[in-house]
């Protein structure tokens, strides 16, 4: 199965261990990929784009007139956003990929043999005392 269908698969899920993976798993990487992409992806993406801080990219609507600010929409900040929610995601589902395939290794580990059965413990103990 290749990885961008299993990642499909994952994000299309409703498991509510899932669910609580990611939610803490984001939690606790939310600020690291933030202050990752912040303060080192979007000023190199930044630089390449347009030679400016990419999170105050904007597309103005109206200008500041007098008291009223202006109106604009803020796409660097969300894509910078959008960008972080990616990072987490992965390493979420990278988190609960290695999770799965140490199940299934759990799951395939072969079953101890049956303990004999009565009969078969009486037949033993009359082979061996047969033997003597």
């Known amino acids: 199965m290749g990885m961008m269908k299993e990642f499909k698969e994952f994000a299309m899920r409703g498991s509510l261990v899932d669910t609580a993976v990611a939610f803490v798993m984001g939690a606790a ?3 690291i990929v933030s202050a990752f992409v912040d303060g080192m992806v979007m ?14 990219l904007r597309f ?3 200008e500041a007139v007098g008291d009223k600010p ?4 803020m796409y660097g900040s969300f894509l910078t956003v959008v960008l972080d929610f990616i990072i987490v995601a992965f390493a979420v ?3 609960i990929k290695a999770l ?12 101890p043999p049956p303990a004999p059965s009565n009969e078969e413990k ?3 103990e009359i082979r061996d005392a047969l033997k003597k």
């Open 93 to 95: 589902f990278m988190v």
């Open 100 to 111: 799965n395939a140490s199940k299934k290794k759990e799951a395939d580990a072969p079953a």
């Open 122 to 124: 009486l037949l033993m």
């Open 60 to 62: 103005v609507l109206k």
């Open 29 to 31: 990487f939310g600020k």
């Open 70 to 73: 202006e109106v604009a929409i």
């Open 43 to 56: 000023p190199v993406v930044g630089m390449i784009a347009s030679g400016q801080d990419f999170s105050q």
